[in-house]
């Protein structure tokens, strides 16, 4: 592939891949000017592509391409640099003693603390808003001021609380292990609100666990078996049926971590004559050891009206065992998608600068 010696912000040049300088090209026959989409193929254009003449006027770059002249401005490659370098608030890893953030919801209509309560949520994959209301169904509206809800199966708000036909473990008193919800789905929301409107009950703390924190503590190999062996999660109720088959452990190239999938409760068999079944089980074991090891969890108690925010496809939840017949406990979740509350942060943060 042709390469473009291209001066750069800051002074230096770079060896450009004719084809990203051709694909950018920033003229109103190349893209949509109100929007900054692409309008110009690539197939449009030979894979060999090479400029026919460069040339540099004040600031801007133009380049001949035969059929097409593009002009690249300090401006423009001002934007691109920006650009690429986009990337939201990094995670910060947490083990047992973690506090998540808490905010007082009358605080969060001022701007400046919405943003740094948002960058806290990112960072962590965990924060709380304190002395919300506790009418039910109001933390449908206090998450749509960052990002639309995601409505599954079963209901659009789920309630909590001990019901004798609830359709999971979650509507009996018992202890909760860390988990996050819809693993029998193949897109499981990436964020849950765990919304708590009354809590008199003894008992009954919630946990957290940092998913990314516990798979940086496996070796290689237990990682690449969790990453490659696709397994079964099933919840059900008498109307819906969910089931989906996909691996723990999603990761990118780089061997970073992208989601955790991991639900004791919703966990199908495996075949069990599959060559790969043994060390699955045994990665799978390791997991749960470290999932479970209190070194790796932090608690604390929901008060009624505290409103907690889970980046889901990281950060685990589950609760203590809580005795019903001492007080009454309900508490009420909602999905979202991470994306739309870190993309809320960024517009937030766009604006202020």
């Known amino acids: 592939m042709s390469l473009v010696n291209f001066p750069w912000p800051g002074g230096e040049r770079r060896s450009i891949p004719a084809l990203w300088l051709r694909d ?3 003229c109103e026959s190349c893209r949509v000017a109100s929007t900054n989409e692409h309008r110009m193929l690539i197939s449009s254009v030979p894979i060999d592509l090479e400029p026919v003449a460069t040339t540099q006027v004040g600031d801007t770059v133009i380049v001949d391409w035969g059929d097409h002249v593009s002009r690249y401005s300090a ?31 009358a605080e969060l209509d001022d701007r400046a603390a919405t943003v740094a309560f948002l960058e806290r949520f990112v960072t962590d994959g965990a924060a709380i808003i304190t002395n ?6 109001s933390l449908v509206d206090i998450i749509r001021r960052w990002a639309p809800t995601l409505e599954v199966p079963f209901a659009l708000v789920h309630d909590v609380f001990v019901d004798p036909a609830g359709y999971n473990i979650a509507h009996t008193a018992e202890a909760l292990p860390p988990h996050n919800d ?23 703390d919630s946990i957290i666990v940092d998913g990314f924190a516990v798979l940086a503590q496996l070796d290689e190999a237990d990682l690449a078996v969790l990453s490659d062996v696709a397994v079964g999660f099933r919840q059900f109720s008498d109307t819906v049926e969910t089931w989906a088959t996909e691996p723990l452990v999603r990761r990118r190239s780089d061997g970073s971590f992208v989601s955790l999938r991991y639900s004791n409760q919703l966990l199908q068999p495996l075949d069990p004559a599959n060559p790969t079944t043994a060390s699955w089980y045994e990665a799978y074991h390791r997991l749960s050891t470290a999932m479970n090891d209190r070194a790796n969890q932090t608690d604390f108690r929901l008060d009624g009206g505290d409103f907690l925010m889970l980046d889901a496809h990281r950060v685990l939840h ?11 406990r309900h508490l009420q979740d909602v999905y979202f998608d991470s994306d739309d509350l870190r993309n809320e942060l960024a517009r937030l943060i766009g604006v202020e600068r």
Do not use: Y
């Open 24 to 26: 950018n090209c920033p």
């Open 75 to 105: 401006d423009w490659m001002a934007m691109i640099a920006t650009q690429v370098a986009r990337a939201h608030p990094m995670p910060r890893s947490w083990r047992a003693g973690f506090e998540p953030s808490r905010v007082d919801m």
């Open 132 to 137: 919300t209301p506790t009418e039910p169904g």
């Open 182 to 204: 819809m693993a029998s789905r193949k897109h499981p929301p990436s964020g849950q609100v765990l919304h708590m409107l009354v809590n008199d009950a003894d008992g009954g």
């Open 318 to 328: 589950g609760r203590a065992e809580f005795s019903p017949g001492t007080g009454q």
